[in-house]
């Protein structure tokens, strides 16, 4: 049968982020508290289950009665295990006499809690910085080279009437004029390539008489990537 356990946070020390971490290490506790100026730490109200304990404003008022309900609690025989959320040096004192006492404590806190406090508890769980997820970064628009200059110009060359060229003949003309192979690409074909920079070509639905047309204000506007 596990020990019964009480959850004492030092919500203006640890953040809020914290919470499912910090609770994994206290299961089953029947008191999961944080404790400081509700201003402060107001993101802990929306943790489930974790009661704020306001503390006032004063200076170490949060440590104090953090300090004064863990004792309580423990001393009226309530709890067994005393789970300590902080990386707060001053909880040092509280630790060792809950351990003299012969309650177990649990300590658990950042990288920069010191070695007094790690030392002072029964064990002592360091918790980091939550992984971020990596944020979306959309792709950048792909800018006009060499190779979509030359395309541009073969399509200029062979264009009538402002109806573009036929994409099937844009392999022939291309290796002709400038010697490029479109499977040299990663895109391996034309229409691919071209459907990818919808900025700067116009193409026709697929079939075998599609044209392709270059858009002038897609050109203009962005700058060329190599000359």
């Known amino acids: 049968m596990s020990k019964p356990t009480a959850l004492f946070i030092d919500g203006e020390n640890i953040s809020a982020c914290h919470a499912p971490k910090i609770l994994s290490f ?11 100026d509700i201003v402060q730490i ?53 630790a060792t006499r809950l351990r003299e006492k012969g309650f177990e404590v649990i300590g658990i806190g950042e990288k920069k809690a010191p070695a007094g406090f790690r ?4 064990v002592f769980h360091e918790i980091g910085l939550p992984k971020s997820k990596p944020k979306e970064v ?12 030359k395309i541009r110009q073969v399509i200029a060359q062979n264009s009538k009437e ?5 994409i099937k003949d844009l392999a022939c003309e291309m290796k002709k004029s400038h010697d490029v192979l479109i499977s040299e ?7 691919p390539y071209l459907a990818g920079r919808p900025h700067l070509y116009d193409l026709d639905p697929k079939g075998p008489e599609a044209f392709v047309r270059y858009r002038a204000k897609g050109f203009a506007q962005l700058v060329i990537a190599a000359q």
């Open 138 to 149: 959309a792709p950048p628009e792909s800018k006009p080279g060499q190779l979509d200059q």
């Open 26 to 36: 206290a299961p089953g506790a029947f008191i999961r508290r944080a404790y400081g």
């Open 119 to 122: 030392k002072s508890c029964s």
């Open 42 to 94: 107001k993101n802990w109200g929306d943790v489930p289950s974790i009661r704020l304990i306001h503390s006032g404003t004063g200076k170490n008022a949060s440590d104090l009665l953090l300090a004064l309900d863990a004792l309580e609690i423990a001393f009226e025989g309530l709890a067994e295990r005393v789970v300590i959320a902080s990386s707060d040096g001053d909880f040092t004192h509280l």
């Open 185 to 191: 690409t990663p895109e391996k074909r034309w229409r």
């Open 162 to 166: 402002g109806r573009g060229m036929k």
